[in-house]
């Protein structure tokens, strides 16, 4: 590994365009479209280089410039009350997003040249409820995204697998300054991996690192001062 002293800033130019409503109980309706032209994207490159201290050439990654890529998304989001749409409902608080996304490094081939660490989409859905006859709130929420394969470089593949993360929690609260709230994380616990394949005219070297998730609990006294 080794840095590179000719290396070049990023930029990007762009245009975005957004759409917002606001409801009447408080709630949000929003829309967001947004494109970019990058010149000068910097990637992680392994490639042959000349070495000083031997006559054998050597594999050397560096940050590099490879030249213009493109990328656009469209961002949905929507908070509201339930009862704002359903009359009989309850006051459920509900959250939710969307994004999706597309990108193209000019520099490397396809179909999976894309920009680096973005996913194709993402998607959050949340609730939240406060009891009426007790001092009792209630909330969940899920993320979504899927599985990527992105073409880091001319020789590399990435992988990584799809990612669906639950969360809930309960809040009792004692009196308006104390409360005690019991919460967990990844309520739906999945194993999660990453990958690479690097292809030269001599090997191919593939890796693979991952592991299992955990539901991780909390039991927690809180208090304002």
Same mark, same amino acid.
């Given at each position: 590994?080794?840095?590179?002293?000719?290396?070049?800033?990023?930029?990007?130019?762009?245009?975005?365009?957004?759409?917002?409503?606001?409801?009447?109980?408080?709630?949000?309706?929003?829309?967001?479209?947004?494109?970019?032209?990058?010149?000068?994207?910097? /990637?992680? @490159?392994?490639?042959?280089?000349?070495? &000083?201290?031997?006559? !054998? %050439?050597?594999?050397?990654?560096?940050?590099?410039? +490879?030249?213009?890529?493109?990328?656009?998304?469209?961002?949905?989001?929507?908070?509201?009350?339930?009862?704002?749409?359903?009359?009989?409902?309850?006051?459920?608080?509900?959250?939710?997003?969307?994004?999706?996304?597309?990108?193209?490094?000019?520099?490397?081939?396809?179909?999976?040249?894309?920009?680096?660490?973005?996913?194709?989409?993402?998607?959050?859905?949340?609730?939240?409820?406060?009891? /009426?006859? @007790?001092?009792?709130?209630?909330?969940? &929420?899920?993320?979504? !995204? %899927?599985?990527?394969?992105?073409?880091?470089?001319? +020789?590399?593949?990435?992988?990584?697998?799809?990612?669906?993360?639950?969360?809930?929690?309960?809040?009792?609260?004692?009196?308006?300054?104390?409360?005690?709230?019991?919460?967990?994380?990844?309520?739906?616990?999945?194993?999660?991996?990453?990958?690479?394949?690097?292809?030269?005219?001599?090997?191919?070297?593939?890796?693979?690192?991952?592991?299992?998730?955990?539901?991780?609990?909390?039991?927690?006294?809180?208090?304002?001062?």
């Amino acid at each position: 590994r080794a840095g590179n002293p000719e290396l070049k800033p990023e930029l990007a130019t762009g245009v975005e365009i957004g759409y917002e409503k606001y409801l009447s109980k408080g709630g949000l309706l929003s829309a967001n479209f947004f494109a970019r032209r990058i010149s000068n994207l910097m /990637r992680n @490159v392994t490639a042959l280089e000349d070495v &000083s201290w031997s006559a !054998t %050439p050597r594999w050397v990654a560096r940050p590099r410039n +490879l030249g213009r890529a493109s990328t656009m998304g469209l961002e949905l989001e929507a908070k509201f009350r339930l009862d704002e749409y359903f009359e009989d409902a309850l006051p459920i608080n509900m959250r939710s997003n969307l994004s999706v996304f597309t990108s193209r490094v000019d520099g490397l081939p396809g179909p999976n040249n894309r920009i680096e660490g973005q996913p194709k989409a993402t998607a959050n859905l949340g609730l939240d409820y406060r009891l /009426r006859s @007790v001092p009792l709130s209630l909330g969940a &929420s899920l993320n979504w !995204t %899927p599985s990527s394969t992105i073409q880091q470089t001319a +020789l590399t593949e990435i992988t990584t697998s799809r990612k669906l993360v639950t969360d809930a929690f309960a809040m009792w609260a004692i009196t308006p300054e104390q409360s005690l709230r019991l919460s967990a994380s990844n309520l739906t616990p999945l194993d999660y991996s990453t990958g690479s394949v690097s292809t030269t005219d001599a090997l191919i070297v593939t890796s693979r690192s991952g592991g299992a998730s955990y539901t991780q609990w909390q039991l927690r006294w809180e208090m304002k001062i």
